[in-house]
C-alpha cells in the first residue's frame, strides 16, 4: 500500500512503536538541563563505558586539542563543554534506538549521520556569525534534523524502499521522492521529536527545516537548518550516494551568499577532523 492511500493516521501508526531514549541518556538530559557540574554528570555518564570512550576521544581529537592530554572523564566534560556532550549523548543513543534491521542497497546510515554532523557544525558557525542566542541549540537541531528519515527505514521499510528506487529512477533527491509518493521525513521527525518531549522549537526545525518560511513568517532555527544543509552539501556532507545536486534556493527566503561561502571555507578546513571522529562512533 503506498502512501497516497493511507490517511496521516495509519501511515503513521508504527511510531507509537517508537522505543524511549535509554535511560542513561534520559539522566544525563535530565542533569544538563538542571546545569549539572561537570562531576556531577561525571557519575552518571561514567555507567556508560562506550560513551566515556568517545567523549575522551573527542576532547583529544584535533577539534578540541589542547595544550595536555585529557585524561579523565570530568576534564573531558569541561573541554568539550555541556553543549557538546549532549550532542554526543544523544548521537550514541539514536544510534542504537533508530538502526534499521533491514539493508538497504544505495542507502548508508553511516553517511546519512555524517551529512547530519556537516549540518549541525555548518548550523553552528552560522549561527554564531549571525549572533544567535545559543549556537550549541542551533548545532543539536542540525544534529537532529532528518530523525525522520532514520525512522522511515526502520518502521516504513517497504517505502522507503520505495522512495530509494524513485531516487536512482528519476535521478531525484530523496526530498523529491518522498512528495511523489506522499510523506515527508520532516514530518516523520517532529513526531519522533514530540514523542521523546524535545523542546517546540526543535519540533518546528526539525518539521520545517525544508520550507521555514510559514505563514509569512521565516522560522529562525529551521532557516538555519535550511542554509545547514546547503553549506554541507557544498562541502561533501551529502546523504544521498548518487545525488549531489544542491536544493534550490527559494526566492521568498533572504540570501546572503558571502556568509555562506565564509561558512564554507570553515567548514571545508574541518571537514577532514569531523570525519575522522564521527566516522569511528558511528562504525564502532
Same mark, same amino acid.
Given at each position: ?23 542513561? %541518556? ?64 544523544? %548521537? ?14 544505495? +542507502? ?44 522511515? %527505514? ?5 517505502? +522507503? ?5 524513485? %531516487? ?26 514530540? /514523542? ?16 521555514? /518560511? ?53 567548514? /571545508? ?16
Amino acid at each position: 500500500m503506498g502512501f497516497r492511500t493511507m490517511d496521516i493516521a495509519s501511515r503513521l501508526k508504527n511510531l507509537d512503536k517508537l522505543p524511549t531514549l535509554p535511560q542513561v %541518556t534520559q539522566r544525563i538530559l535530565e542533569a544538563l538541563a538542571q546545569d549539572a557540574s561537570a562531576k556531577e554528570l561525571e557519575k552518571i555518564i561514567a555507567e556508560d563505558q562506550a560513551l566515556t570512550a568517545r567523549l575522551l576521544k573527542l576532547a583529544n581529537s584535533p577539534l578540541y586539542v589542547g595544550a595536555n592530554p585529557v585524561t579523565s572523564l570530568t576534564q573531558a566534560i569541561v573541554r568539550l563543554g555541556l553543549g557538546e556532550v549532549r550532542n554526543v549523548v544523544l %548521537t550514541t543513543a539514536m544510534r542504537y534506538v533508530l538502526t534499521p534491521t533491514a539493508t538497504y542497497k544505495k +542507502f548508508n546510515i553511516t553517511r546519512l549521520w555524517i551529512h547530519a554532523i556537516g549540518v549541525a557544525r555548518a548550523v553552528y558557525l552560522l549561527a554564531q556569525e549571525e549572533g544567535m542566542a545559543s549556537p550549541e541549540t542551533c548545532y543539536t537541531a542540525g544534529l537532529l534534523h532528518d530523525i525522520g528519515r532514520l525512522a522511515l %527505514t526502520v518502521f516504513f521499510p517497504e517505502e +522507503f524502499l520505495r522512495i530509494l528506487a524513485l %531516487t536512482e529512477a528519476k535521478d531525484i533527491s530523496f526530498k523529491e521522492a518522498e512528495e511523489e509518493l506522499g510523506l515527508s521525513h520532516a514530518e516523520v521527525g517532529a513526531l519522533v521529536a514530540e /514523542k521523546w518531549r524535545f523542546s517546540e522549537e526543535l519540533i518546528q526545525a526539525i518539521k520545517y527545516h525544508h520550507a521555514p /518560511k510559514q505563514n509569512g513568517r521565516i522560522l529562525s532555527m529551521a532557516f538555519l537548518i535550511f542554509k545547514g544543509d546547503i553549506v554541507a552539501r557544498a562541502v561533501g556532507f551529502v546523504p544521498e550516494e548518487n545525488f549531489s545536486k544542491l536544493p534550490k534556493w527559494p526566492k521568498s527566503l533572504p540570501l546572503n551568499k558571502k556568509l555562506l561561502a565564509k561558512v564554507v571555507n570553515v567548514l /571545508k578546513k574541518e571537514r577532514q577532523d569531523l570525519l575522522s571522529f564521527w566516522t569511528d562512533v558511528f562504525v564502532s
